[in-house]
């Protein structure tokens, strides 16, 4: 295959330009930030795993109609997706207090919120990516009244699903952060789920012990990270084919 066009290089992915238009090619990397990348290090497989989990996990939230960029996995590390414009919010739901939320207003860890908590945060890496408060989303057009209906919407939807499938295999979904994008199609615009669903952006507890099995691992230098990635992968019933053997991948584009 021939190289492709880079559009764009993250903390953890890299978009190319995909084979048709009004597609990308999204491929995962096993780098790993935290703290706006003040923390920077190598989780060796993740970049696999991730592309695993994540289409897995847009797939079955296809099959309850949640619109996503996803289209096909295409190798170990990459998928390929639809184009959109990404919405500049980072959507975080709590359903339990850890990070952010036990330190700003002094919840013990591990605490069940009263309810499902949806936070947003500014995308933006020069100023850490600050909380704001829909009044500043739509004030600034980042997105508009309607987009944030159907993105509220969408994301306390996907909690519900995504809580329960979780659950069933052990494991707790304390809090993740999702994003959204604006899809174009026949003249039409749709909010579809963009970027993508892993344990770079959960956290997830195994639900007997409360043991962390995210990127949490990693940012409080816990140890076993790529092992915890790995059981999330083996619970959900896709650890690839040939083990943890496999999970190197490609180092490079084909
Ligand atoms: P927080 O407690 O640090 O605010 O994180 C809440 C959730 O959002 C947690 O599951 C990790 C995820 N997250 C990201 O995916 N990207 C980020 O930049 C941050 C700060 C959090």
Known sequence: MARRRQLYEGKAKILFEGPEPGTLVQYFKDDATAFNAQKKGTITGKGVLNNRISEFLMLKLHEINIPTHFIRRLNMREQLIKEVEIVPIEVVVRNIAAGSIAQRLGIPEGTRLPRS??????????????????????AFGWATPPDMDDIVHLTLRIN???????????????DFKLEFGRLYENEEM????????????????????????DKD???????KIEEAYQEVARRLGILPEAGSRDLKGPETMQ
Request: net charge negative.
């Open 217 to 223: 691992r990693f940012r409080r230098d816990l140890g």
């Open 117 to 138: 908590i949806v936070e947003y945060y500014y995308k933006n890496d020069q100023l850490g990516d600050p909380m704001v408060a829909e009044e500043h989303i739509t």
């Open 190 to 213: 749709r909010i579809v789920l963009a970027d993508e669903i892993s344990p770079d952006n959960c956290r997830l507890w195994d639900t007997k012990t409360n043991e962390k099995m």
């Open 160 to 174: 519900d699903f995504l809580s329960g499938l979780f659950l069933g295999v052990g494991i707790t979904l304390v």
